[in-house]
């Protein structure tokens, strides 16, 4: 079963850092890519970043270039998002999802349950 | 940058009827780039259609995508009770990103 975990949200004030971590299990990570999307309370799906499945091509949402840095560790069976400079608007859900193709920017066909990041002071 | 624009934001239908979702597109757009999900309340997205027309693993097929160009659709035949949720569409498969459109929430009547 295909499963995708995200940990590492939590509160922190605005200009802080955090670390976000995605844990794959159910296929093999390094034949696909891998999405960042989030969601504000009470709002819409946005998307943040995408990366492709051997981290060849990575692609970022205005909002947040500059500030969010998107890795991954196919042996270690896991993606990041980096998050530097966090404003209040940062403030959401974030999902991490399985592209359904290598490359980046593909639909995304898995979902994890999310994990909340709070910018507030 | 692409704007997908849904409407209805709402629909209010009984269980049963036919639902139609619009996702316009602000230019046009390949049929293999547009795809649909469902969203509950505390719940991830889940892919219901990609390519416009194929539906995902495990999607009932009362579930069908249609349209081309800058107007797209998603058609629920017959209502089920685990149907009344939030639907995106969703523009991907080229730089500069992926975009989603604002979504629409089908509610019971």
Redesign the interface.
């Known amino acids: 079963e295909v499963q995708l975990v995200e940990s590492g949200g939590g509160l922190v004030k605005p200009g802080g850092s955090l670390r976000l971590s995605c844990a794959a299990s159910g296929f093999t990570l390094s034949s696909y890519s891998v ?1 960042w ?1 989030r969601q504000a309370p009470g709002k ?4 943040v970043s ?1 990366i492709s499945s051997t981290s060849t091509y990575i ?4 909002s947040v270039k500059g500030r969010f840095t998107i890795s991954r560790d196919n042996a270690q069976g896991s993606v990041f998002l980096q998050m530097n400079s966090l404003r209040a608007e940062d403030t959401a859900v974030y ?1 991490c ?1 399985r592209g ?1 193709e290598w490359f980046a ?10 994990t909340l990041v709070t910018v507030s002071s | 940058e692409i704007v997908l624009t849904q409407s209805p934001g709402t629909l209010s239908l009984s269980p049963g009827e036919r639902a139609t979702f619009s996702c316009r597109a602000s230019q046009s757009i390949s049929s293999t780039s547009l795809a649909w999900y469902q969203q509950k309340p505390g719940q991830a997205p889940r892919l219901l259609i990609y390519a416009a027309f194929s539906r995902a693993t495990g999607v009932p097929d009362r579930f069908s995508g249609g349209g081309s160009g800058t107007d797209f659709t998603l058609t629920i035949s017959s209502l089920e009770p685990e149907d009344f949720a939030v639907y995106y569409c969703q523009q991907y498969g080229s730089a500069p990103g992926v975009f989603f459109g604002g979504g629409t929430k089908v509610e019971v009547k």
Request: proline content about 0%; aromatic content about 24%.
């Open positions: 999405n999307v819409g799906l946005e998307w995408s692609y970022y949402a205005d999902y999802a359904r920017l593909s639909c995304f066909d898995s979902w994890g349950k999310g």
